[in-house]
């Protein structure tokens, strides 16, 4: 389901983080999710009962995502540096 918040509303939610940069509708990887993304640090706040939780605590990362991407340069440069 996707969520539907007055477009004023959205111009003006930031994310809480640092950057305070904008939030966009949906998730990563789900459009469609009762979420909002953080365009530059790319949090994920969840979206309940029409009200979003602008918490950091709440904030989902896409640290696993990075984890697969980082992973393999990760595992490299440890046996490079373990060698």
């Known amino acids: 389901m996707a969520i539907t918040l ?9 994310c809480p983080s640092p950057d305070h940069a904008p ?3 949906g998730a990563p990887g789900d ?15 969840p979206v309940r009962d029409g009200i979003p939780v602008l918490l950091l605590d709440e904030a ?12 393999p340069g990760d595992t490299g440069n440890s046996d490079a540096d373990s060698a």
Not at 60 to 71: C, I, P
């Open 23 to 25: 939030l966009r509708p």
């Open 6 to 14: 007055d477009a004023q509303l959205l111009e003006i939610l930031a």
């Open 60 to 71: 989902v990362t896409s640290a696993s995502d990075a984890a697969k991407t980082g992973e």
């Open 31 to 45: 459009p469609e999710a009762d979420a909002l993304t953080c365009t530059e640090c790319g949090r994920v706040y």
